[in-house]
């Protein structure tokens, strides 16, 4: 079975401040692929950025770049620069063949 | 292109009654998952479909819940009397294929959420 943890709860950040969002998974597969998701107030789940397993560079798109630490099984989202528009939940997930599995999240409010 | 779409967008019910939710993937997508979201908690896995055929219905929490995708599209998920408990967004999923692809992108709907009063 897969489980992902996000410790943190909430989180406050300054406009335009960086701001990490921490996150540890457990497996036993070898391959799997891990995802950052953003869930608006709205509640569509936007995906932000993707890091496979076998990948050796840490993943960037944008503003937001995925630090993997694979031997910690840590996937941590780092966003820099953040926009009042950031505010949301966000959520880890692993994929191992076809099932996605979340982590319970983490608020992030943005303050001007 | 459309996306993932989900109807109803809300739907009221009273405990003890039968709803359908549905929803309709992206166009061309074989693969086609449910998850249900409860309050402050994250997507948990329903239900996998790879082309008409549910792959993997592990998720189903028990036999009130069955969902159907006859042609490969669209898909409903049906719930039979429902309690107070199945309250929660429900969240549709499709991805061009299922397993076997390392990046393999699932695009969410914008869900459906259901009351049970």
């Known amino acids: 079975a897969q489980k992902i943890t996000q410790t943190q709860p909430g989180m406050f950040v300054q406009e335009k401040e960086a701001v990490t969002l921490d996150c540890t998974y457990d497996?036993?597969?070898?391959?799997?692929?891990l995802f950052w998701y953003k869930q608006p107030s709205s509640g569509e789940m936007i995906f932000l950025i993707y890091?496979?397993?076998?990948?050796?560079q840490n993943a960037t798109e944008g503003r937001y770049s995925l630090n993997f630490q694979k031997a910690r099984k840590s996937a941590n989202l780092v966003i820099s620069a953040s926009q009042l528009g950031d505010s949301a939940m966000y959520f880890c997930?692993?994929?191992?063949?076809?099932?996605?599995?979340f982590g319970a999240g983490t608020t992030v409010t943005v303050r001007a | 292109g459309a996306g993932v779409s989900q109807t109803p967008s809300n739907k009221v019910t009273e405990k003890g009654k039968y709803v359908e939710l549905r929803c309709d993937p992206i166009?061309?997508?074989?693969?086609l998952y449910w998850y249900r979201q409860s309050l402050g908690q994250g997507p948990e896995f329903l239900i996998y479909f790879q082309g008409t055929g549910a792959a993997d219905d592990s998720g189903l929490p028990n036999d009130r819940f069955f969902a159907v995708r006859p042609e490969g599209s669209v898909s409903t998920l049906k719930i039979q009397r429902t309690e107070r408990g199945d309250s929660a967004v429900y969240l549709c999923?499709?991805?061009?294929?299922?397993?076997?692809?390392?990046?393999?992108?699932?695009?969410f709907g914008p869900g459906t959420r259901l009351t049970v009063l």
């Open positions: 890091q496979g397993s076998y990948d050796e």
């Open positions: 166009s061309g997508h074989t693969a």
């Open positions: 997930a692993m994929r191992v063949e076809y099932k996605l599995s």
């Open positions: 999923a499709s991805s061009l294929r299922g397993s076997g692809a390392s990046y393999n992108e699932q695009f």
């Open positions: 497996t036993s597969d070898q391959s799997y692929g």
